[in-house]
């Protein structure tokens, strides 16, 4: 099993920046894809950004192309997500991925560990 543990969420304003931290455990070993998917009150999960092992292939949703940056450390088994230039759009429940598949992936169903998620809140 792995167990995925985000931290950084908060309130922002407009224009502002946060860090999103996911820590995993157990058997990291088997994490290979990893990725961010938000969700916003009455509406569907969403992808965010997804990165492979190496952190040489990344995809980003087109709302967040160019404000975010997905990354990951596997000494530290940490996957982060700089955000930058934050929207009020951007408010949702950030949600950590993991799974054992190679190749990045942009859909919730090609993710088997999930986090329980942190609130981004971003004010006008």
């Known amino acids: 099993q792995v167990q995925l543990i985000e931290s950084g969420g908060g309130l922002v304003q407009a224009g502002g920046s946060l860090r999103l931290s996911c820590a995993a455990s157990g058997r990291t070993f088997s994490i290979r894809r990893m990725g961010w998917f938000r969700q916003a009150p009455g509406k569907e999960r969403e992808f965010v950004a997804t990165i492979n092992k190496s952190g040489g292939a990344t995809a980003y949703a087109d709302s967040v192309k160019g404000r975010f940056t997905i990354s990951r450390d596997n000494v530290q088994n940490t996957m982060y997500l700089q955000m930058n230039s934050l929207k009020p759009s951007d408010t949702a429940v950030y949600y950590c991925?993991?799974?054992?598949?190679?190749?990045?992936?942009?859909?919730?169903?090609?993710?088997?560990?999930w986090g329980q998620g942190t609130q981004v809140t971003v004010s006008s």
């Open positions: 991925a993991a799974d054992d598949g190679v190749l990045i992936q942009t859909s919730p169903s090609s993710y088997h560990y």
